[in-house]
């Protein structure tokens, strides 16, 4: 069993920054891959972000890439989202996942769900 605890979110304007941080409960969070999504209004849930049990493979959404940095500290049990040049479409819940791979969080097969923190971008 796992829980998940976001934090970071807030109001931010176009072009700035903002780091996620989630936080995780129990002995066994090394063993899962950990992700991000994120829910604007209206739409679906998508996949932004997700990093390998070990941290040593990460894995972006075309719409993130080159723009958002995941990370996690094991030692920690939380993992991290760094964004950068956010732009109004950036807005959205987003939300902290853990699953059994990578792969299988980019198609969106999640074992737990944090209950997500609100970015806003204002343009």
């Known amino acids: 069993q796992v829980q998940l605890v976001e934090s970071g979110g807030g109001l931010v304007q176009a072009g700035g920054s903002l780091r996620l941080s989630c936080a995780a409960s129990g002995r066994t969070f090394s063993s899962y891959a950990m992700g991000w999504f994120r829910q604007a209004p209206g739409k679906e849930r998508e996949f932004a972000a997700a990093i390998s049990r070990i941290g040593d493979f990460t894995y972006y959404a075309d719409a993130v890439k080159g723009r958002f940095t995941i990370s996690r500290d094991n030692a920690k049990n939380a993992v991290y989202l760094q964004m950068n040049n956010l732009q109004h479409e950036d807005t959205a819940v987003y939300y902290c996942?853990?699953?059994?791979?990578?792969?299988?969080?980019?198609?969106?097969?999640?074992?737990?769900w944090g209950q997500g923190t609100q970015v806003t971008v204002s343009s």
């Open positions: 996942a853990a699953g059994a791979g990578t792969n299988s969080l980019a198609r969106g097969a999640v074992d737990y």
